[in-house]
């Protein structure tokens, strides 16, 4: 069951050529960081003008949702699914 | 030369996006629904919960006495209709002649193309083969291939989950007495039961029924009708460029319990009315005839009448007054309503038109194109109308009230 979090994070990215949108690779959230090891599903949404990318991601057992806010480059921890 | 035509249908389609997006989901049985704790429907099963029985549009209640262990996710149509864009565009590399029946259902007309892929088999085939890769391995699609629409989707239907079925024209005589006619796409539950009643009861009593009798009866639909029966489908692929014309434009809402007095039933409505105006000002059509219905119950009949205005409107606050005039004329005021409608149809462009004469009605277009703008940068409920503020739960528990659900391509 996914918990809401909504907290910015530091993300590491790619832009890879030919790719509609950046990778995620990992991302650091308070001290711990997550890689990821799947990105399952990555999808639009708009507020307005601002167009964000909706990732969600799984770093070994546990997912996670994050948004990113293309207007601004800013990456958002969204919500958690944490095993244990 | 016989045209070869596939239908695409996605298997599970939004529980599968749902699995995609979510691992935990995988391999359990889950419903899509909009409100999991509230009394909602199941729109979508995965293939887990479909083996318990559960199928689309059920009652959460009743999924989960047939699944105790169904899992009710609630449903994010953004996530659909951007996988939906993403296997189109995929689509569309394979043929031009690509017809969208639906969000997740596809005709295509590949009677040239098919030789390229050394046959319609081995082009299904390269399709699921890019859809795997593109779209992950949860989403999948099941391909029925035949020489017209009507007897593609019934062969995709019998290839489900995550199948290809090709169902060649000289296999069609000794199917027609096994299908019956409920089965196929085109023949309702209305026309089902009409049928039936004179001793019709599958494709091949259709496909001996005169041609004269079928007609007289159900008009020039009773042509479309012998032409099934006798395994054949004219029907054209309508290609996705070209767009058929908006008719009428509206929207209605399924109201929860704690809704369903009329009075909060009318703020629902007139946020409903305002959704509309912006959706005719965004595709830049005005309407004369306004349609406001309603249902007392789930299960009850639509309630509903129609008025035509002496102008063409675009205002929300217009059609909401259209909508309160209609329901002081109507023969029945209930207290309670489980589901309120509107729509305005009879439309015309609005470019060229002559501006509003009156004062009033000037200030109400400036303020439309104010709120218009407002809108499109900072998102739908950046702002609205007084009356909807007067009851703030509106947005949390009318599910997709603040979400914008047209999807073009």
Same mark, same amino acid.
């Given at each position: 069951?996914?918990?809401?979090?909504?907290?910015?994070?530091?993300?590491?990215?790619?832009?890879?050529?030919?790719?509609?949108?950046?990778?995620?690779?990992?991302?650091?959230?308070?001290?711990?960081?997550?890689?990821?090891?799947?990105?399952?599903?990555?999808?639009?949404?708009?507020?307005?003008?601002?167009?964000?990318?909706?990732?969600?991601?799984?770093?070994?057992?546990?997912?996670?949702?994050?948004?990113?806010?293309?207007?601004? *480059?800013?990456?958002?921890?969204?919500?958690?699914?944490?095993?244990? | 030369?016989? !045209?070869?035509?596939?239908?695409?249908? &996605?298997?599970?389609?939004?529980?599968?996006?749902?699995?995609?997006?979510?691992?935990?989901?995988?391999?359990?049985?889950?419903?899509?629904?909009?409100?999991?704790?509230?009394?909602?429907?199941?729109?979508?099963?995965?293939?887990?919960?479909?083996?318990? #029985?559960?199928?689309?549009? &059920?009652?959460?209640?009743?999924?989960?006495?047939?699944?105790?262990?169904?899992?009710?996710? *609630?449903?994010?149509?953004?996530?659909?209709?951007?996988?939906?864009?993403?296997?189109?565009?995929?689509?569309?590399?394979?043929?031009?002649?690509?017809?969208?029946?639906?969000? $997740?259902?596809?005709?295509? /007309?590949?009677?040239?193309?098919?030789?390229?892929?050394?046959?319609?088999?081995? &082009?299904?085939?390269?399709?699921?083969?890019?859809?795997?890769?593109?779209?992950?391995?949860?989403?999948?699609?099941?391909?029925?291939?035949?020489?017209?629409?009507?007897?593609?989707?019934?062969?995709?239907?019998?290839?489900?989950?995550?199948?290809?079925?090709?169902?060649?024209?000289?296999?069609?005589?000794?199917?027609?007495?096994?299908?019956?006619?409920?089965?196929?796409?085109?023949?309702?539950?209305?026309?089902?039961?009409?049928?039936?009643?004179?001793?019709?009861?599958?494709?091949?009593?259709?496909?001996?029924?005169?041609?004269?009798?079928?007609?007289?009866?159900?008009?020039?639909?009773?042509?479309?009708?012998?032409?099934?029966?006798?395994?054949?489908?004219?029907?054209?692929?309508?290609?996705?460029?070209?767009?058929?014309?908006?008719?009428?434009? #509206?929207?209605?809402?399924?109201?929860?319990?704690?809704?369903?007095?009329?009075?909060?039933?009318?703020?629902?409505?007139?946020?409903?009315?305002?959704?509309?105006?912006?959706?005719? !000002?965004?595709?830049?059509?005005?309407?004369?005839?306004?349609?406001?219905?309603?249902?007392?119950?789930?299960?009850?009949?639509?309630?509903?009448?129609?008025?035509?205005?002496?102008?063409?409107?675009? $205002?929300?606050?217009?059609?909401?007054?259209?909508?309160?005039?209609?329901?002081?004329?109507?023969?029945?005021?209930?207290?309670?309503?489980?589901?309120?409608?509107?729509?305005?149809?009879?439309?015309?462009?609005?470019?060229?038109?002559?501006?509003?004469?009156?004062?009033? /009605?000037?200030?109400?277009?400036?303020?439309?194109?104010?709120?218009?703008?407002?809108? /499109?940068?900072?998102?739908? !409920?950046?702002?609205?109308?007084?009356?909807?503020?007067?009851?703030?739960?509106?947005?949390?528990?009318?599910?997709?009230?603040?979400?914008?659900?047209?999807?073009?391509?």
């Amino acid at each position: 069951m996914y918990q809401p979090v909504s907290e910015p994070i530091d993300a590491y990215v790619i832009y890879k050529r030919g790719a509609t949108h950046p990778i995620l690779r990992a991302f650091r959230w308070g001290r711990r960081r997550f890689d990821i090891t799947s990105t399952n599903l990555v999808y639009p949404e708009r507020e307005g003008e601002t167009l964000f990318l909706c990732y969600a991601v799984s770093s070994g057992r546990n997912q996670f949702q994050l948004r990113l806010n293309t207007n601004r *480059s800013l990456w958002t921890l969204e919500a958690i699914d944490v095993e244990g | 030369m016989a !045209r070869i035509i596939m239908h695409l249908d &996605m298997d599970s389609y939004f529980a599968s996006v749902e699995q995609q997006a979510n691992p935990s989901l995988r391999g359990i049985p889950i419903g899509v629904t909009g409100r999991p704790k509230e009394r909602s429907i199941i729109v979508a099963a995965s293939r887990e919960a479909k083996r318990w #029985g559960v199928k689309s549009a &059920m009652p959460n209640w009743e999924a989960l006495k047939l699944c105790p262990s169904l899992k009710l996710v *609630s449903g994010k149509a953004e996530r659909y209709i951007a996988t939906t864009k993403r296997f189109l565009s995929i689509l569309k590399r394979y043929t031009p002649l690509l017809e969208v029946f639906s969000i $997740d259902e596809v005709f295509m /007309d590949v009677t040239q193309e098919a030789r390229h892929y050394g046959g319609p088999l081995n &082009m299904a085939r390269s399709i699921k083969d890019e859809f795997r890769e593109a779209l992950g391995e949860c989403i999948t699609a099941t391909v029925g291939i035949a020489s017209n629409k009507a007897f593609a989707k019934l062969i995709a239907k019998r290839n489900k989950p995550n199948g290809i079925g090709q169902l060649r024209d000289e296999e069609i005589p000794s199917l027609l007495s096994e299908i019956p006619i409920g089965e196929v796409c085109g023949i309702g539950r209305r026309i089902e039961g009409r049928l039936e009643r004179v001793g019709i009861h599958t494709l091949a009593d259709l496909g001996r029924t005169s041609q004269r009798y079928l007609k007289q009866e159900f008009g020039v639909y009773g042509l479309f009708l012998k032409e099934i029966g006798q395994g054949r489908d004219p029907t054209p692929v309508i290609p996705y460029t070209t767009a058929a014309p908006v008719k009428s434009v #509206g929207h209605s809402k399924s109201l929860p319990p704690q809704l369903r007095s009329i009075d909060l039933a009318l703020l629902v409505l007139r946020g409903l009315c305002d959704k509309v105006g912006r959706r005719l !000002r965004k595709l830049g059509y005005v309407g004369r005839t306004v349609y406001f219905g309603f249902r007392l119950g789930s299960m009850s009949p639509h309630h509903g009448k129609q008025i035509t205005l002496p102008f063409s409107t675009d $205002d929300g606050e217009v059609i909401y007054n259209a909508c309160l005039a209609i329901e002081r004329k109507m023969l029945i005021h209930p207290k309670n309503v489980s589901q309120v409608g509107v729509s305005v149809s009879n439309l015309a462009e609005r470019r060229g038109r002559s501006g509003y004469l009156l004062d009033e /009605d000037r200030r109400r277009e400036r303020l439309n194109a104010a709120t218009d703008r407002i809108r /499109d940068r900072f998102g739908e !409920r950046a702002i609205v109308t007084g009356e909807t503020l007067l009851f703030d739960a509106i947005p949390e528990h009318v599910g997709g009230f603040s979400q914008g659900e047209e999807w073009e391509f």
